[in-house]
């Protein structure tokens, strides 16, 4: 008898076809699973809580910083460990682990990195005056609406203070105030429209015209390094130096999580860990449109290949990403947070006012929770 699960995913090449895909193999491999998939807003896979989805849906594409407040909540099922961190690049399977257990599988990896169209910037800046020299040609772009902006400032203070920010209070005075300086400098050279856009309406002009040739922080799309995507095809790179690292980049990406209330826990929980192999990441989710999470996929050349280099070109930011604190309530500290860095830049406002109110936020997430 055939068992029907529902899915939710997200709402673009990368997060819709992959997984679809996935789901017609897995089905063509044997196994007597059919899984329909919906798709929401990349808006809304950011900001939408889980409990209304878990109701819903047997599967979740989720962001890993849901994770604590929906287990919490015991709206997901704790998974197998599977086959561990270093099986999935960076800090990615961690993003996905709180209080022991796993609520998630690192299907999709991703950070802020760097893009450039090779045919108008044959090398891309390395470093954050390098940047600043290329934005005053007018040729640089930058994603900044408030939770891009706001993974910015995370960005950047945790590679100046060479450790994660958000942890007791926001960041250290100096880093921030030099995150700061960086991002008011960069405000001021990049087209003001800059402020209301997300890393794919960048991507997408970036790759659609030849006004523009680099942006410095933007979360990667691997589908705009392949031919045909797009009408120019964009590289992606480390994001700038410091100190010689590509260090700090706020980790994203994408988890596959199964609803504790599916009635077939086994098919489902079976299909997530099936689709974090690392035989199926870097075959049918990846050649669909994918961006896998597994490390078998960031190391596959003819993946690499596929992709103009995007694993190779990008994973060093990746193994030094920073993580978001793990906290219950951590998304609704992010909400106001995003609101804030953005106002702050606006408005043009010092360092110092913005970083006493983030770390008048963030210190909340500084008293131990009390778990189940």
């Given at each position: ?17 992959s ?32 409990e ?114 958000g ?12 995150a ?12 003001v ?14 790759s659609?015209s ?31 130096e ?11 990406g ?28 870097r ?41 978001r ?22 408005d043009?406002?010092s ?22």
């Amino acid at each position: 008898m055939t068992v029907r699960l529902r899915g939710i995913t997200w709402d673009h090449e990368r997060g819709r076809n992959s997984i679809v895909a996935a789901s017609r193999a897995y089905a063509d491999a044997g196994h007597d699973v059919e899984v329909e998939w919906e798709a929401r807003t990349l808006q809304a896979f950011a900001d939408q809580g889980l409990e209304s989805l878990a109701r819903s849906y047997d599967l979740l594409v989720i962001d890993h910083p849901h994770i604590p407040q929906a287990a919490y909540a015991g709206l997901l099922a704790a998974l197998p460990d599977g086959e561990g961190p270093a099986a999935f690049v960076g800090r990615s399977d961690e993003s996905y682990r709180w209080q022991g257990a796993q609520y998630g599988l690192a299907i999709d990896a991703a950070a802020q990195v760097a893009a450039y169209r090779p045919d108008l910037l044959p090398e891309p800046p390395r470093t954050w005056p390098e940047v600043l020299d290329l934005a005053r040609t007018g040729a640089v772009l930058w994603p900044a609406k408030p939770i891009d902006a706001f993974a910015s400032a995370f960005t950047l203070s945790s590679g100046l203070q060479g450790a994660d920010a958000g942890r007791a209070g926001f960041a250290d005075p100096d880093a921030f105030a030099q995150a700061w300086d960086l991002l008011g400098r960069l405000r001021d050279l990049v087209p003001v429209e800059c402020l209301a856009e997300n890393p794919i309406q960048v991507a997408d002009r970036l790759s659609g015209s030849d006004r523009f040739a680099y942006a410095p922080l933007l979360y990667g799309y691997s589908n705009y390094a392949r031919q045909g995507f797009r009408d120019h095809v964009l590289r992606w790179s480390d994001i700038p130096e410091i100190d010689g690292q590509p260090r700090g980049s706020m980790l994203g990406g994408a988890g596959l999580a199964v609803s504790a209330r599916t009635e077939h826990p086994a098919a489902a929980i079976a299909f997530a860990t099936w689709v974090a192999t690392g035989a199926v990441q870097r075959g049918v989710y990846a050649r669909a449109g994918g961006q896998p999470g597994h490390v078998a996929a960031w190391a596959d050349a003819g993946l690499d290949e596929l992709t103009g280099g995007f694993f190779a070109d990008t994973r060093r930011t990746l193994d030094r990403a920073s993580l978001r604190p793990q906290h219950p309530g951590y998304m609704a500290v992010q909400d106001v947070a995003c609101a804030r860095v953005h106002r702050g830049l606006v408005d043009r406002e010092s360092a110092a006012e913005v970083l006493a109110d983030l770390d008048r936020m963030f210190a909340t997430l500084g008293v131990q929770h009390a778990g189940r």
